[in-house]
């Protein structure tokens, strides 16, 4: 299986398991290293898309740019939801891995293994 992406922070527990898991089966998936490279709207969507979620699921509510950026506020639609991820990836849920047209949220980090053969 070599069409594996892993939108991936290396300084995030669960995102380094989830890394260790693939690699214990022999499987080198790209990385995305989120944070240094956000992804733009669309790519944003596309991924939305393959986890078959909502950007409000996809936030993470626990960063203070969730708070100070007011994205508790539920009259938030969609695209204000996803360009606060563009602007501020921090807020993106991770690990993410993508196998072909699926992608599933890593956590807990053996989540990822779902999408295996």
């Known amino acids: 299986m070599s069409d594996?992406?892993?939108y991936h922070?290396?300084?995030c527990s669960k995102s380094r398991g989830a890394l260790e898991l693939?690699?214990?089966r022999g499987l080198q998936p790209t990385i995305v290293r989120y944070l240094e490279t956000?992804?733009?709207a669309a790519e944003l969507r596309a991924l939305?898309?393959?986890l078959g979620i909502g950007a409000r699921q996809?936030?993470?509510t626990g960063e203070e740019e969730y708070?100070?950026?007011g994205l508790a506020d539920a009259s938030l639609g969609e695209e204000q939801?996803?360009?606060a991820m563009v602007a501020h990836p921090k807020l993106i849920e991770r690990p993410i891995l993508i196998a072909g047209d699926k992608a599933v949220i890593g956590r807990p980090p053996e989540k990822v293994l779902e999408l295996l053969p």
């Open 48 to 50: 939305l898309a393959k």
């Open 4 to 6: 594996l992406t892993l």
């Open 22 to 24: 693939l690699e214990a």
């Open 38 to 40: 956000p992804p733009s």
């Open 9 to 11: 922070n290396p300084r």
């Open 67 to 69: 708070k100070t950026l």
């Open 58 to 60: 996809l936030l993470r």
């Open 81 to 83: 939801l996803i360009d």
